[in-house]
């Protein structure tokens, strides 16, 4: 079974930085894809950024191209997602998730941690 366990959230002020970690388990990831998401409260979830395990390709939403990056640590078997140059629109649980690289939809999600962007 797989496990997705996102750590790292927390309250920071506008400008600040955070980085948020995503421990996965249960499975060997070389042929998936690992996503962080984002959800407001009042919105919907959205799409924050993306890797493919073993190419390390990577894709990113235009409003955090430049200020988010997002990595993998094969050895730990972690996903992160570094956040710099934060703002007060940033703020939402985030949420990691996996899928198999010829999935269309995201099959395993973590439970979410807080972000909180203080203006």
């Known amino acids: 079974q797989v496990q997705l366990v996102e750590s790292g959230g927390g309250l920071v002020q506008a400008g600040g930085s955070l980085r948020l970690s995503c421990a996965a388990s249960g499975r060997t990831f070389s042929n998936y894809v690992m996503g962080w998401f984002r959800q407001a409260p009042g919105k919907e979830r959205e799409f924050v950024a993306a890797i493919n395990w073993s190419s390390g390709s990577t894709a990113y939403a235009d409003s955090v191209k430049g200020r988010f990056t997002i990595s993998t640590d094969n050895a730990k078997n972690t996903v992160y997602l570094q956040m710099n140059s934060l703002k007060p629109e940033d703020t939402a649980v985030y949420y990691c998730?996996?899928?198999?690289?010829?999935?269309?939809?995201?099959?395993?999600w973590g439970q979410g941690t807080q972000v909180t962007v203080s203006s």
């Open positions: 998730a996996v899928r198999t690289i010829r999935a269309t939809a995201f099959s395993f």
